[in-house]
């Protein structure tokens, strides 16, 4: 990992993510940016930051982990 | 050990043999209740393990008790609710969920959450993607965090217990699964079955994707509730 960057996890996907200098780097923007390539779905989810649950206006600093907790897999 | 499985479907159809063939060689005698109200009908086939058409409790159960006579195998052709739980999933039961919805998810967690001692393994899916959680109480704490911690789409379900819907509701509620995501659920079931009994569960949820092919297991514990 690169002095700028830091982790994003969706279910059982992880991705090192650069948070550019200058950039906002708040929770809400980093997933917004990865969304697509992550498969992340919108509406209301529940985000760990570094384990703890935080608000999506939570800023990332680098060597952060964001956890977007995924859904349960609802069919068997 | 008092083994009982909720759902013969999906995930149930190939949890089970396996898991049957592993308690079989143990040196302990082991008794299995498979509960499911449901019917194996012809459009199961693409993804499910069956020989007749049927009750699933029944038709598995049958199947299974030629393979494995060592083992004691009870089908219960019913759906598990609020009014018979108590009476199926008792105190040191290891319990797998097969379930196919979040509300039958929520009453086995809160009933496993009313017993002293007890497993809960529950494994779920969409298309391509899933998780297994497992939820371990001992002596009346709570060694791992119970199926709703930071799953608020099963605290508070958005769907309903197979018991309360009609026919047709049922019917409509299938969606299209895919059989090698329900084999990775069953194997991750069952890895987490074994880890548990030989006490050295490193992780309380597994994530997996069969799009990447990434597992991914979590501590939960010591999380934020």
Redesign the interface.
């Known amino acids: 990992m690169s002095a700028r960057q830091a982790t994003l996890i969706s279910g059982a996907n992880i991705q090192e993510i650069d948070l550019p200098e200058g950039a906002i780097t708040i929770v809400g923007v980093v997933i917004a940016r990865y969304a697509t390539v992550m498969n992340i779905p919108d509406g209301k989810r529940r985000v760990l930051l570094n384990g703890k649950s935080v608000v999506e206006t939570t800023t990332v600093n680098p060597g952060d982990t964001v956890e977007v907790v995924r859904e349960a897999g609802s069919k068997g | 050990m008092e083994i009982k499985i909720i759902?013969a479907?999906?995930?149930?159809t190939h949890l089970l043999p396996p898991l049957c063939r592993y308690l079989d060689n143990l040196p302990q005698r082991s008794h299995i209740v498979v509960l499911d109200g449901d019917r194996y009908e012809t459009k199961n086939a693409e993804r499910q393990e069956f020989d007749r058409l049927g009750n699933k409790a029944e038709v598995t159960s049958e199947v299974l008790a030629k393979r494995f006579p060592r083992l004691e195998i009870e089908p219960r052709p019913i759906y598990l609710t609020t009014e018979n739980a108590f009476v199926f999933i008792r105190e040191g039961d290891i319990v797998f969920?097969?379930?196919?919805?979040?509300a039958t998810?929520l009453l086995l967690s809160e009933h496993c959450a009313s017993l002293q001692s007890v497993v809960l393994i529950?494994?779920?899916?969409?298309y391509a993607?899933?998780?297994v959680?497992v939820y371990v109480r001992w002596e009346g704490r709570d060694i791992t965090p119970p199926?709703t911690h930071?799953?608020?789409?099963?605290a508070d379900p958005k769907?309903r217990n197979p018991d309360e819907m009609s026919c047709e509701e049922l019917a409509r509620a299938g969606?299209p699964?895919l059989i090698f995501t329900?084999l990775l659920?069953a194997s991750l079931m069952l890895n987490a079955f074994w880890l548990v009994t030989v006490k050295t569960l490193p992780y309380t949820e597994a994530?997996?994707?069969l799009?990447?092919g990434?597992?991914?297991p979590i501590n939960r514990n010591?999380?934020?509730r």
């Not at chain 2, 969920?97 to 979040?102: E, G, L, W």
């Not at chain 2, 930071?150 to 099963?154: A, D, Y």
């Open positions: 759902g479907g999906g995930i149930g969920s097969c379930v196919d919805n979040h998810r529950s494994g779920g899916n969409e993607d899933g998780n959680q199926l930071l799953h608020p789409e099963i769907d969606s699964q329900n659920a994530y997996f994707d799009l990447t990434a597992v991914r010591g999380e934020t």
